[in-house]
Nanobody
Framework: QVQLVESGGGLVQAGGSLRLSCAASVSIFSLNTMGWYRQAPGKQRELVAIIISGGSTNYADSVKGRFTISRDVSKNTVYLQMNSLKSEDTAVYYC?????????????WGQGTQVTVSS
């Protein structure tokens, strides 16, 4: 079992910045991928950014150039730096970890942290 604890959400003005943190209960070397998803009210959950164990990253087009996913392996923590925030970035942000076993994939989720961008 992998536990993920998120922090860093809050209220920020449009154009501002926020950094989310996701602390994992296991070494992130053990996790094949980690990522951030978000879900706005009435909307489907969408992938925001992912980082694979080797360090490669991918981003949703809507956040590319504004958001950066990174990690600190010594702290078992993944970050999402969010710059130039827009009102449409308002959502609950969820940390995700995926662990691939011999015959199945396991997904783990944080509790979610609210990000509200106000104009």
């Amino acid at each position: 079992q992998v536990q993920l604890v998120e922090s860093g959400g809050g209220l920020v003005q449009a154009g501002g910045s926020l950094r989310l943190s996701c602390a994992a209960s296991v070494s992130i070397f053990s996790l094949n991928t980690m990522g951030w998803y978000r879900q706005a009210p009435g909307k489907q959950r969408e992938l925001v950014a992912i980082i694979i164990s080797g360090g490669s990253t991918n981003y949703a087009d809507s956040v590319k150039g504004r958001f950066t996913i990174s990690r600190d392996v010594s702290k078992n923590t993944v970050y999402l730096q969010m710059n130039s925030l827009k009102s449409e970035d308002t959502a609950v942000y969820y940390c995700n970890a995926a662990l691939y076993g011999p015959s199945k994939k396991n997904d783990y989720w944080g509790q979610g942290t609210q990000v509200t961008v106000s104009s």
